[in-house]
């Protein structure tokens, strides 16, 4: 079961290398091994384009023979969960999920009293956005956008329909935003940006759709990989624009994907036995389950997932997480330990553990992540030198 490598080779040391070659002031994490922060250093301008969902094996496997194939240099591990909540909250921050503690979709926030999807900011019973007037959103989260650590303008480019949400707002600090509603006006954005005058720039631009069509239509179907085709006629127009500019462009992605099928969805309602000593809705993720377990009837929790689910799911306790470093180096976020559960169920090969609260509409995702698994774990790391 791959967890991330922070000692160099994960996204928060992908972050490492670009805050410390842009600002020269060292970072807590040790730079990437694959880009140093000299590397990112030499280029006026530095852009990292996200796109949602790109695993390193589907560019191997499925994009083998593209361009952004052929300008892979390398893989990296996500963080944990290899998800968007955790991993976007990287790349907007710098921080991996130990010090910046978004641990998964659905998170127990103790200090709102609720379980809370945190990108949309929405309660998950009854789906209610948090009214900002009356909750400081900024503090609530608590982290310090990477924008606002460093001296040179830098940009957030992203689709029109989140770049003003709470959560959007408040990552990109002092960043400059740039919205956009198709693939064409996401690289005409980019160009427009790098080429408006010659000041030293840092640009993040994330693509969502990737995820979306895996999500509903599964990673192996034939409309990811023609909406991979178009990601990769669109990285070949790029690097086209962007000749002589002194850009360093990087594509990587916040998480692969594995498809999953009905046969793999556990169902908590058809467990009742495990369900009775759970004090919280599952949280985190489907592939990734944070258990908050009664206090008097976690011996019963431990036996029915020992006799009943160990097929299905791995299990270790909160502590043993964070003693092997599942979520980062250093010191942790004091929220931490309690938005990860009192025990955590790692789903294993492609299945996936659901629970529906009243109200709730069933869903179907084909493609899944937020697990450990080699292909939800490992994402590309593209690089051209422009």
Request: aromatic share 10%; glycine share 6%.
């Amino acid at each position: 079961m791959p967890i991330p490598d922070y000692t160099g080779n994960s996204l928060v040391n992908l972050m490492s290398s670009i805050y410390t070659g842009l600002s020269g002031k060292p970072h807590p994490y040790p730079e990437c091994a694959a880009l140093s922060a000299s590397v990112t250093a030499q280029y006026r301008n530095v852009i990292l384009f996200v796109i949602d969902g790109l695993g390193y094996d589907y560019l191997f496997n499925q994009g083998a023979g593209s361009l952004l194939h052929q300008h892979c240099h390398s893989p990296l591990t996500s963080v944990f969960p290899s998800t968007t909540a955790s991993a976007i909250t990287t790349f907007m921050t710098g921080q991996a999920p130990l010090q910046h503690a978004l641990t998964g979709w659905f998170t127990w926030l103790r200090e709102l009293g609720c379980v809370t999807a945190v990108l949309p900011l929405r309660t998950r019973t009854g789906g209610n956005n948090f009214d900002s007037t009356k909750i400081n959103v900024a503090k609530l989260y608590g982290h310090t956008p990477i924008f606002d650590q460093l001296e040179q303008p830098t940009y957030v480019v992203a689709p029109e329909w989140i770049i003003h949400s709470e959560y959007n707002i408040t990552h990109s600090g002092s960043a400059i935003l740039s919205g956009f509603d198709s693939l064409d006006q996401c690289r005409t954005g980019i160009t427009r940006i790098i080429k408006a005058n010659d000041q030293r720039k840092y640009v993040y631009a994330y693509w969502p759709d990737f995820d979306r069509y895996s999500h509903e239509f599964g990673n192996d179907s034939q409309r990811v990989a023609d909406h991979f085709a178009d990601l990769d006629e669109m990285f070949e127009q790029l690097v086209l624009e962007l000749q002589g500019t002194d850009t360093l462009l990087l594509v990587t992605a916040d998480h692969g994907f594995i498809d999953t099928v009905p046969e793999r969805v556990i169902h908590l309602q058809d467990h009742p036995v495990l369900q009775e000593t759970l004090v919280l809705p599952l949280c985190g993720e489907p592939r990734t389950a944070y258990c908050y377990v009664h206090p008097d009837k976690q011996q019963q929790f431990l036996d029915y997932v020992r006799s009943e689910l160990a097929y299905c799911a791995d299990l270790k306790s909160a502590a043993e997480m964070l003693a092997e470093n599942y979520y980062g180096m250093g010191e942790p976020h004091p929220e931490l330990i309690h938005r990860i559960g009192h025990f955590v169920l790692h789903m294993k090969e492609n299945y996936v553990i659901k629970d529906r609260l009243p109200g709730e509409t069933p869903f179907v995702q084909i493609g899944v992540h937020g697990g450990s698994s080699r292909q939800e774990m490992l994402v590309p790391l593209v690089v051209a030198k422009l």
